[in-house]
C-alpha cells in the first residue's frame, strides 16, 4: 500500500512519521514544499514533483497535513497555501489513481474561544474568524465538492489544539515555564473555562482505522479530539506532577478572569490562552468503534511526549 503524506517536515506530520513507517506492509511517500533537507529517506519529494508526474508510484491514500503556520500569515499565503493547495492536489489524484483523502481540517471553523460554556459538534453553526479559519472552511468545502466529482472517497478531521514533542505555542511556553518552576497563574474554577485537547496519539488511533478498513472512508467530517475537555488550570497542575516541576501555582478568583477578558488587547490574549473551547468527540467514537485516549492519559502514559 502506497501513502502519501503531504507536511511530513511540519509538526503533527514529523510525529507521525515513526508510526507510520512502523507499518511494513505499507510505502511512505513524503510530500513537502521542498524536496531537499531530507537525504536518508527514499520517496521523498516536492509539490512541484507532485504536480509535475515525477512520483512514479500509484497513491492508495493521501494524508493531507500541509498548511500555512496557523493564523501567523497574511490572508493571501493562507488562502494559497490552504484552499488553492488542497484544490491542486485533489485535482491531481486520478493521474495517481488515487481514491482516497484525509484532508485535516481545525476546529476554529466553528469559532474562537471564548468566555461561554459550549460543546461544539460536527452539525454546529460555522463561525471561522480568523483568515486561517475561513480558509480552512473553503478547502473543506472544497474537498467535498471534488471529491464528489472525481468519485474519491474522502474523510475530513477537525482539530483542536494539538500538543506534542516540538510544538511551538502558547502551550509549549507555558509548559517550559512550569519546567523551569516558575510561578504561574491560573483560574480557579475547574469546571469552566474547559477546552478540548489532541494528543498524536490519537491521531495514530484515527489514521490506523482509516489504513485498515477502507469502509471508515465514508465522505464525512468528524471532530478528532482527546476523550474529556480539560481546564488549561487542569492541564498546568498535571504537568507539573508529571514533570516534577516545583512550581508554585497561584489560582486567581475566576471573576479575574471576566475582568481581564472585557480589557481591549488583554482580553483577546487572556480569551486565547484561559478560554473555553470544547469539540464533541462522540461521531467519530461510535463511526470507528473506539475510545479515545483522555489527555490525563497521555500525559502520565508519556504516550505524547509535551516537550
Known sequence: MNIALTGSNG????????????????????INRSSENNN??????????????KIKLNIDIIIHLASPNFEYEKE????????????MIIEKLPYYNCKKFIYFSSCKV?????????????ESYLNPMTDYAKAKLEAEL?????????????????????????????????????????????FSDKNKLKRSFLGIKNIE???????????????????????????????????????N???????????????????????????????????DNNKIEKSYNFSLLSTEDLIFKKEDNLN
Open 142 to 186: 472544497l474537498t467535498k465538492e471534488l471529491c464528489k466529482k472525481l468519485r474519491i472517497n474522502y474523510i475530513i478531521y477537525r482539530l483542536p489544539f494539538v500538543y506534542g514533542s516540538g510544538m511551538k505555542s502558547n502551550l509549549g511556553k507555558i509548559i517550559k515555564h512550569l519546567r523551569g518552576s516558575l510561578p504561574f497563574i491560573i
Open 11 to 30: 509538526f503533527i506530520g514529523s510525529n507521525l512519521i515513526e508510526f507510520l513507517e512502523k507499518n511494513k506492509k505499507m510505502n511512505l511517500i513524503y
Open 76 to 87: 493571501f499565503i493562507l488562502r494559497k497555501g490552504i484552499t488553492e493547495l488542497t484544490k
Open 245 to 279: 516541576s516545583k512550581s508554585i501555582i497561584i489560582a486567581l478568583p475566576l471573576k479575574f478572569f471576566y475582568i481581564l477578558a472585557r480589557i481591549p488587547l488583554m482580553g483577546k490574549l487572556v480569551l486565547k490562552i484561559f478560554g473555553s473551547f470544547e469539540v
Open 110 to 122: 466553528y469559532g474562537e474561544s471564548s468566555s461561554n460554556i459550549e460543546s461544539y459538534n460536527e
Open 205 to 243: 488511533l484515527a489514521l490506523q482505522k482509516n489504513i485498515s478498513d477502507e469502509s471508515s472512508f465514508t465522505n464525512e467530517v468528524f471532530n478528532l479530539s482527546d476523550s474529556g475537555p480539560l481546564s488549561l488550570s487542569q492541564l498546568a497542575k498535571l504537568y507539573k506532577i508529571q514533570g
Open 40 to 53: 536518508l529517506r527514499a520517496n521523498y519529494y516536492s509539490f512541484e514533483d507532485f504536480f509535475n508526474n
